[in-house]
C-alpha cells in the first residue's frame, strides 16, 4: 500500500517556527539552537505579539487574518535577520582566518599602478 501524500502544516506559524529553529542551529551564541528555541517560545506564547480582535464584532474574522499575516510576516523577517547575522560571522570568521597577512592598501596600489602602466602602453 502507498501511502498519501505529506498534507502541508494547516498553522501558518508552523512554517516561520520550524525555519527559525533549523536557522537557530547556526546562530552564533553560545548556547545555539536552545537560545533561539527558547526566545521563539517566548515570542509565539507572548500574546502582546500578536493581538487579535473579539469574535462578537463584526469583521473580526478579517481583521484576524490581517493580523495573523502581519505576525508570519514579521516573524519571517526575524529569520531573514538571523541568516544575515550567521551569514556576517561567517564572514568575519573566514576573514579572520585568511585574510589577516592582506595588505589592502598596498594591493590597491600596486593594482593602480598596473592599471596605469596600461594605459601608457596603448
Not at 462578537?56 to 481583521?63: E, L
Request: net charge positive; glycine share 10%.
Amino acid at each position: 500500500m502507498i501511502a498519501p501524500p505529506m498534507s502541508p502544516p494547516t498553522s501558518p506559524l508552523l512554517d516561520p517556527r520550524d525555519s527559525a529553529l533549523m536557522v537557530g542551529r547556526d546562530y552564533p551564541h553560545p548556547d545555539g539552537l536552545a537560545y533561539v528555541r527558547r526566545k521563539w517560545k517566548h515570542a509565539l506564547r507572548d500574546a502582546a505579539n500578536c493581538r487579535l480582535v473579539d469574535c462578537a464584532s463584526p469583521g473580526a474574522a478579517r481583521q484576524n487574518e490581517h493580523i495573523i499575516r502581519k505576525a508570519v510576516g514579521r516573524g519571517r523577517y526575524v529569520i531573514r535577520e538571523m541568516e544575515g547575522t550567521i551569514q556576517l560571522k561567517k564572514y568575519r570568521t573566514m576573514r579572520r582566518r585568511y585574510g589577516e597577512g592582506v595588505d589592502v592598501g598596498g594591493e590597491a596600489s600596486r593594482i593602480g599602478s598596473s592599471l596605469k602602466d596600461f594605459l601608457r602602453q596603448k
